[in-house]
């Protein structure tokens, strides 16, 4: 009670997972609405900008990378004048360590060259082929590989032959993740037969009951049928029959549903 007689306000505050949900939700439109806006531009404009955003992510990875691996970058000083004598071999190899252990700037301008060629030739490429498989992705990866081998200096003395190296090293290794990303980011095959009976066991409380569903083979395809009275009405007499050959659930009211339709096996009954 405050000391004039009025009674005191309780203020309650907002939970921290709230307003962070509402930041998430917050930052997830304005994400949508930047695509929606990029991807009415002409493709110049769109690659410009995807270009741009990813080199800078790729700075700024590099940039952290370089920041952590600055002390290993002094092992790697440059060659000196006896190395002159040094076999190809072994002059590859000192450019490769000196490649991937340099400062931040230097790791910086690599990985955003990198980074950056990847995502253009991508937004290029979706825009042209109207799809993202794996296929663009490959082509993005050779892309990156080769002009990042370009900027590293990475490699032996002939920059060609180690730009194509590099792009089909980068290409081999990008098909190989996505299509290991694509077969477990996919549910199984028969999960798309089940999204709207999964829907309604959610929401209803009864997720465990969607293994008893999947037994029984009632599919998304299978669910109306069981609101029709008059198939229903028919299943007593065909029951027996198809519950002695074993076919499940599922199946019972396809054969039904097809019997109920055809007007020759309606005649013939």
Known sequence: MAAD??????????PATNLLAQLQ?????????????????????????????????????????????????????SPPPQAAGLSPQAMSSLKQAQA?????????????????????ISCVM???????????????????????SLVSGMGGPNQAVNAVTSGLFFALVQGGLYKVGQKFSQPPADDIYYRRTRNMLTSLGLANYEKNFKKGLLTDT????????????SLA????ALRDVKIPPGPRLLILDHIHRDPELKKGR
């Not at 007689?5 to 907002?14: A, L, T």
């Not at 299978?222 to 009405?233: F, G, H, K, S, Y």
Request: proline share 6%; no cysteine; glycine share 12%.
């Open 5 to 14: 007689g009025r009674q005191g306000v309780m203020v309650v505050q907002p």
């Open 25 to 77: 939700s917050r930052f997830k439109d304005v994400e949508a609405g930047f695509r929606s806006w990029l991807a009415k531009q002409p493709l110049p404009v769109e690659a410009a900008v995807v270009t741009s955003t990813g080199a800078v992510q790729g700075a700024a990875i590099g940039g952290l990378m370089g920041t952590l691996t600055s002390d290993m970058s002094s092992s790697f000083p």
């Open 100 to 120: 991937f252990a340099g400062g931040p700037l230097v790791q910086a301008r690599n990985f955003a060259v990198m980074t950056g060629v990847n995502a253009g």
């Open 126 to 148: 979706k825009r042209i082929r109207g799809v993202e498989d794996v296929q663009s992705s490959m082509v993005a990866a050779f892309g990156s590989g080769a002009m990042f």
């Open 222 to 233: 299978t669910l109306p049928l069981l609101t029709d009275r008059q198939l229903l009405a």
């Open 237 to 240: 007499s065909y029951l027996p």
